[in-house]
Nanobody, 126 residues
């Protein structure tokens, strides 16, 4: 069993930055994928960033590429999402998730991730 806890959300002005940590507990060994999804009110979940734990390869949605950075600290069992140059359209709930890897790649589909945190809210004002 894996337990994920996000934090670090809050209000921020456009152009600002936030760093979201996600602390994992339980079985954290082996190769798998971790991802940050986000969901705006009334919209489907969108994958923002993914990382394949086996080789730390990262993937980003076009909407966040160049502004967001996903990283991991294995010693602390913590996944991070550094968000810079925030925009109002980045507003939403942010969720970290863990899922299986397909070879050495990570799925973009939420249904491929079977462990989820409770989420942390990010609100970007203009």
């Amino acid at each position: 069993q894996v337990h994920l806890v996000e934090s670090g959300g809050g209000p921020v002005q456009a152009g600002g930055s936030l760093r979201l940590p996600c602390v994992a507990s339980g079985s954290t060994g082996g190769a798998y994928c971790m991802a940050w999804f986000r969901q705006a009110p009334g919209k489907e979940p969108e994958r923002a960033a993914r990382i394949y734990i086996g080789n730390s390869r990262t993937y980003y949605a076009d909407s966040v590429k160049g502004r967001f950075t996903i990283s991991q600290d294995k010693a602390k069992s913590t996944l991070y999402l550094q968000m810079d140059s925030l925009k109002p359209e980045d507003t939403g709930g942010y969720y970290c998730a863990r899922g299986r890897a397909y070879g050495r790649t990570c799925s973009v589909a939420p249904y491929d991730y079977n462990y989820w945190g409770q989420g942390t809210q990010v609100t970007v004002s203009s």
